[in-house]
């Protein structure tokens, strides 16, 4: 998802830069707004509940190319980075869509019927959703270094989460209509502005690797991480 700022901040110190093309921001950005969109459409009701296999092939897709794109980042020597593409890949993208998959054929009443048991619910989901909202908090003060955009992107990405995950846990009369239901949408809102805003930071720096020069202006950090700056 972030790769930081590697690249310019190399233009300072003796060590050798690192190539545009060697930089997966861009990718990764864009990796994690298809995937996102895709959830907030089943939330919001753009995207229909009956496309729930195909969203899940995305999600579990899109967790593949974060994961890769954490590896790169971290080799390319930004482990904080590197390892919160690592955390949207495996643990918000890879298993929740593998669970989906599970759940999917739970649902099959061949299954059911053979083996006499209930189908499967994704209530554990929900309560691991909530450890890893705490999780990618830690992120948030961390991003504020690298970019505003991020900072407020990661901000509204961790409300979602929490909002997602206390609706889930709640009972099915609760989660059809009124309060819990809003929240749900709201969090499927706040999911999209999020993925919007990333999509962002990655055109603005696709834009500027593949013209040598700033097109969209880039946003810069609230405060700076540096040891001379403190």
């Known amino acids: 998802m972030i790769a930081g700022h590697k690249p310019e901040e190399h233009a300072h110190t003796d060590e050798p830069r690192i190539p545009s093309f060697a930089d997966p921001t861009p990718f990764t950005l864009f990796s994690l707004a298809a995937g996102s969109i895709a959830i907030s ?23 593949f190319c974060l994961t890769l794109g954490g590896l790169m980042i971290i080799k390319n020597g930004d482990p904080i980075a590197g390892n919160l593409n ?17 759940w999917l054929y739970g649902q099959s009443s061949i299954l059911v019927e053979a083996y006499s048991m ?5 209530i554990a989901n929900a309560y691991i959703f909530l450890f890893l909202g705490l999780v990618l908090a830690v992120y948030i003060p961390i991003m ?16 979602a ?10 009972p ?3 989660r059809a209509t009124g309060f819990w239901n809003d929240i749900y949408k ?15 930071h990655g055109f603005a720096l696709q834009l500027k690797y593949g013209f040598g020069r700033m097109i969209l202006p880039i946003p810069g950090p609230l405060f700076s991480n540096t040891p001379e700056d403190r």
Do not use: E, H, R
Request: charged share 5%; net charge negative.
């Open 86 to 102: 690592l955390a949207f890949g495996v643990l918000f993208f890879i298993i929740p869509g593998v669970t989906n998959v599970i």
């Open 144 to 159: 504020a270094s690298a970019s505003w955009l991020f900072f407020f992107s990661l901000i509204l990405f961790d409300i």
């Open 161 to 170: 989460i929490f909002g997602i995950s206390f609706y889930d846990l709640q």
């Open 172 to 174: 099915a009369a609760d």
């Open 186 to 200: 709201l969090s499927g809102f706040l999911i999209l502005v999020a993925a919007l805003s990333m999509s962002y």
């Open 41 to 63: 459409g089943l939330i919001l009701g753009y995207i229909p509940k009956t496309d729930l296999p195909i969203v899940t092939i995305w999600i579990i897709g899109v967790g």
């Open 118 to 122: 209930a189908p499967p619910t994704l």
